[in-house]
């Protein structure tokens, strides 16, 4: 007999689908959040920071992308109703009110943090139970990390130049 996907994790099947919803959801709102977020912010190395929005929400599709497949192959239906994503997704949107680069940063940091420990849960829910959901979601882990990394880059450099004044 054939082993399918969800056989394999049949005793988590249903906590896994969940999360991997959950992580769906969070995922679109970080598309959008970064999206919306290059299109509005204002201030201080805004080109080179809006560039990189536009790459990190291209990256935030992929990872809805490889989610939604994840989720149809262990049986599942992704979040159809994007009304619902809200109410799936433990890390919150944060409409950039204030188009201040700077608050759209920590805005981003906030929910990057946020998709790093969700992503870490998920590993550790399928550390040697899931290893296909295992290896996707350590390698939107390492991605997640490196835009918590890039952001906190980014204001480090805001804060040195405010401190050093023009170069």
Request: aromatic share 10%; with cysteine; net charge negative.
């Amino acid at each position: 007999m054939a082993q399918t996907a969800q056989y394999i994790v049949q005793d988590n099947l249903v906590k896994i689908v969940d999360m991997l919803n959950q992580l769906f959801a969070e995922e679109w709102l970080a598309y959008y959040q970064y999206w919306v977020g290059a299109k509005v912010a204002a201030g201080p190395m805004r080109s080179e920071i809006i560039k990189e929005f536009e790459e990190h929400a291209e990256e935030e599709l992929k990872h809805a992308n490889w989610l939604a497949d994840r989720i149809i192959q262990l049986g599942g239906t992704p979040v159809l109703n994007p009304e619902e994503w809200n109410s799936k997704a433990k890390c919150r949107y944060e409409a950039p009110t204030d188009p201040c680069i700077f608050k759209v940063l920590q805005q981003n940091l906030t929910a990057e943090r946020c998709a790093v420990s969700h992503y870490q849960q998920l590993c550790e829910l399928c550390h040697g139970v899931d290893f296909v959901t295992f290896r996707l979601s350590e390698k939107i882990l390492k991605e997640e990390v490196e835009h918590e990394q890039e952001i906190e880059d980014f204001i480090h450099d805001m804060e040195m130049s405010l401190k050093c004044g023009p170069e």
